[in-house]
């Protein structure tokens, strides 16, 4: 290995970062100079999480961009994108909701063949960067609260309504890594006091906007799955869970009859 690399292992370990060697030759792979190596370092090493590090974060295969701010996709959240895909290779209107980075927009619209792709959040840097993220698909990216930033054209018409809202319940914010608590907005945590008031909106109001057949998919805890499934079928929807052990992943689906 050679000295810088060592340095920067060494570096990375002493900050207690457990997979030291693999961030490192992230770090390494990315940066363009010597001095952006030191300067990634130092950022990993005061805490920032290492997507923001890097400005990207890998996710469904894509190289996503990530910046300080803004909520990193988890790989858990493929299992979403998975699930989506096996119910509706057709597709041709999907909307991302509470977006973020637009990671699951932009991992749909690629495993989709190009679909009539909408995004939405409520946070202004989260619109900015998914605004690069799904410009390569031709992707919309809209401001505001849930649904009522969407264009009106789009209800009746979503073939695939993915909503990875905020499901951690208010007094367990405090309790996640550091990294997620301080370096990510508070909006894309907290979900409020059991951490499904957001699931709640979406499910309501998702029936007026799926097409016949359109599909609902959110991700939730496995504490918080069966309220989640009875949210959906309140709503109208045909409402079932899907369990990935491996990615610790589950997914609530409602399909509209």
Known sequence: MPPLAD???AALRSAGCVFAEDEAELILSTARTPDEVTAMVDRRVAGLPLEHVLGWAGFHGLRISVEPGVFVPRRRTEYLVDQAVALARSASVVVDLCCGSGAVGAALAAALGGPELHAADIDPAA?????RNVAPFAGHVHEGDLFAALPGTLRGRVDVLAANVP???TEEVGLLPSEARDHEPLVALDGGDDGLDLVRRVAAEAPQWLAPGGCLLVETSERQAPLAVEAFARS????R???SEELYANVVIGVRP
Do not use: D, F, I
Request: hydrophobic share 60%.
């Open 7 to 9: 340095s920067v292992v």
């Open 127 to 131: 619109v900015r960067c998914a605004r």
């Open 167 to 169: 499901y951690v319940p």
């Open 236 to 239: 109208g929807l045909l409402a």
């Open 241 to 243: 869970l899907a369990v």
